[in-house]
Structures are given as C-alpha cells and as structure tokens.
C-alpha cells in the first residue's frame, strides 16, 4: 500500500522557519519523485516544489525559490520541506505528492503541475504576519 504522511505544519511568524516531512512506503523510493503542493483557502493548488528521486533533480516555484528547499532521507523514505524566511501568503494546507518517474518522462517538463498518483493528507501551515 503507498502511503505518505506528512507532518511538521504548525504556526510560525513573518521571518521564522519551519520544516515539513513526508514519510513514504509502498514504493521504491529512488524511482519516484516527490512533490510538495500547497492549497490556501479561496486559491488554486500550487505546487511548490519537487524533488527527482531518479536523479536528484530538484525544482522551486519562484514564489518560494531562494526561500524553501527540498531534500530527501533515501535511508529514512522521507523528503523535508525546509521553508525559511516565511511570508503570511505561505499559509496554506501543504501536501506530498508522489510518481514514478521514468527517463523521458513528462514529468521534467513540467515537475510542480505534473499529475501525480499518490498524495497525503496534508499539513496545516499557518504563518502569522
């Protein structure tokens, strides 16, 4: 069964940090990429930011590039969201989204809209200006 949980939302002020996990199982890890999305009350899903198990691709929306960034445990199944210097118009419910990601696939030409097969529950971020 493929299963990711993320954890770590909570609240934060303007300028402070905070660091999302998405623990997965279910799947070969290296084969897949992991992607975090965020959705904010009124607004459309945005995908934030993605990381290529593959290859160790990684890509950022420009609103969090410079900001954010994305890393992977391969011994612990898990991939961070460390998100710095926060903004209130951060505040969203923020998911992992997982595909398996295949050489040539469409996925790198458009990793943070690519449709992607298995998601999490999500996690509450709150950013308090």
């Known amino acids: 069964e493929v299963k990711l949980v993320e954890s770590g939302g909570g609240l934060a002020p303007a300028g402070g940090s905070l660091r999302l996990s998405c623990a997965v199982s279910?799947?070969?890890?290296?084969?897949?990429?992991i992607t975090w999305f965020r959705q904010a009350p009124g607004k459309e899903r945005e995908g934030v930011s993605s990381?290529?198990?593959?290859?160790?691709?990684?890509y950022y929306s420009p609103s969090v590039s410079g900001r954010f960034t994305i890393s992977s445990n391969n011994a612990k199944n898990k991939v961070y969201l460390q998100m710095n210097s926060l903004k209130p118009e951060d505040t969203a419910v923020y998911y992992c989204?997982?595909?398996?990601?295949?050489?040539?696939?469409?996925?790198?030409?458009?990793?943070?809209?690519?449709?992607?097969?298995?998601w999490g529950q999500g996690t509450q971020v709150t950013v308090s200006s």
């Open positions: 989204a997982a595909n398996r990601v295949l050489p040539g696939s469409t996925y790198y030409r458009h990793p943070l809209i690519y449709e992607h097969d298995y």
């Open positions: 279910g799947f070969p890890f290296d084969e897949y990429a």
């Open positions: 990381l290529a198990n593959t290859d160790g691709s990684t």
